[in-house]
């Protein structure tokens, strides 16, 4: 299942729904139709690849430029072995740590599974993709956007500016529109967490000036560097509320992050509308939530 919405003339947001309740809206590919050349950013897991180069066809696309990752955890990166098969002439840019992931997926695949679990296994598993595929730099020289070397969310992300657009991947955290017209904005920090490097991400993010920042999950905002300025004062206040919950404590001895989701969605005001998502939205975001939660607190615990 997919959906297409028409973001601008030029630009296109497909909607990806794995198999997995509570997860319609929440996975998002961007078609990008730039004078010189067709992008894809993103193209969401690998159960989902039939239907988002169904979503292409139905958009008259029949040649893709590039196909460009910001990342290669498997609900962003899943299925690029599928859509470099059916668009064998599409150049992949992926960031150099994340390359050798992609080419033998294996690795990334058991770390999947082993922190997703049955999330992950619904996803669906890599094809291995051809490293003849991956853009190589004069490639890169000539490409009709900018590459952002944003870590944090994970080692291998880049964020993509191209045309006033800024797809940013999970650098700018997650952003989710509510019923109410506001927002739900949390931040996307699971283990390894390291805040400084958190933040010089997004002041790269924020020096960009996007005139559009396009979330991979979820959607796009035309207030998107007021948001960015949001989220970078959201990981310090969680990094002032979490502080004197867990500094001190060993990591070891938790089993239960409950409490610490809990109070981060009682304090943090950006996630106060959370009770206005469905039920099925709710259990998801807390799943998330408490990988974000384990993500600063191996943080102040100091692990390295």
């Given amino acids: 299942m997919s959906t297409i919405e028409r973001i601008a003339p030029d630009l296109f947001l497909i909607g990806l729904v794995p198999p997995i309740d509570g997860f319609d809206n929440f996975i998002a590919a961007w078609l990008w139709k730039g004078p010189d050349a067709t992008c894809l950013v993103d193209v969401g897991p690998a159960a989902t690849a039939?239907?988002?180069?169904?979503?292409?066809?139905?958009?008259?696309?029949?040649?893709?430029?590039?196909?460009?990752?910001?990342?290669?955890?498997?609900?962003?990166?899943?299925?690029?072995?599928?859509?470099s098969r059916r668009f064998p002439d599409a150049s992949i840019v992926c960031h150099p740590k994340g390359v050798a992931h992609i080419v033998d997926p294996e690795h990334l695949w058991q770390g999947t599974l082993k922190t997703l679990g049955e999330t992950g296994r619904a996803?669906?598993?890599?094809?291995?993709?051809?490293?003849?595929?991956?853009?190589?730099?004069?490639?890169?020289?000539k490409a009709p956007f900018r590459l952002l070397d944003t870590p944090g969310h994970s080692p291998h992300h880049f964020a993509i500016a191209a045309n006033g657009y800024l797809f940013a991947g999970e650098?700018?955290?997650?952003?989710?529109?509510?019923?109410?017209?506001?927002?739900?904005?949390?931040?996307?920090?699971?283990?390894?967490?390291f805040l400084d490097i958190s933040l010089a991400s997004l002041d790269r993010l924020i020096a960009a000036k996007p005139d559009m920042l396009c979330y991979g999950h979820f959607g796009m905002r035309r207030d998107g560097l007021a948001l960015l300025v949001r989220h970078r004062e959201q990981l310090l206040f969680w990094n002032r509320t979490l502080a004197d919950e867990i500094q001190g404590k060993p990591l070891e001895s938790i089993d239960d992050f409950t409490p610490w989701v809990d109070l981060m969605l009682e304090t943090d005001p950006l996630m106060g509308g959370f009770h206005q998502l469905p039920p099925a939205v709710r259990q998801r975001e807390r799943s998330f939530l408490t990988n974000s939660v384990k993500g600063f607190a191996g943080y102040l615990a100091g692990l390295p």
């Avoid at 430029?65 to 899943?78: E, F």
């Avoid at 927002?183 to 699971?190: C, V």
């Fill in 50 to 83: 039939d239907h988002l180069i169904a979503a292409i066809g139905t958009l008259g696309v029949d040649h893709l430029d590039y196909i460009c990752l910001t990342h290669i955890h498997v609900d962003h990166a899943g299925a690029v072995g599928h859509l």
């Fill in 123 to 141: 996803y669906g598993p890599m094809l291995p993709l051809d490293p003849l595929a991956i853009a190589g730099p004069e490639q890169l020289k």
């Fill in 171 to 193: 650098a700018g955290g997650v952003c989710l529109p509510l019923p109410s017209g506001e927002i739900y904005l949390r931040p996307a920090t699971p283990p390894r967490f």
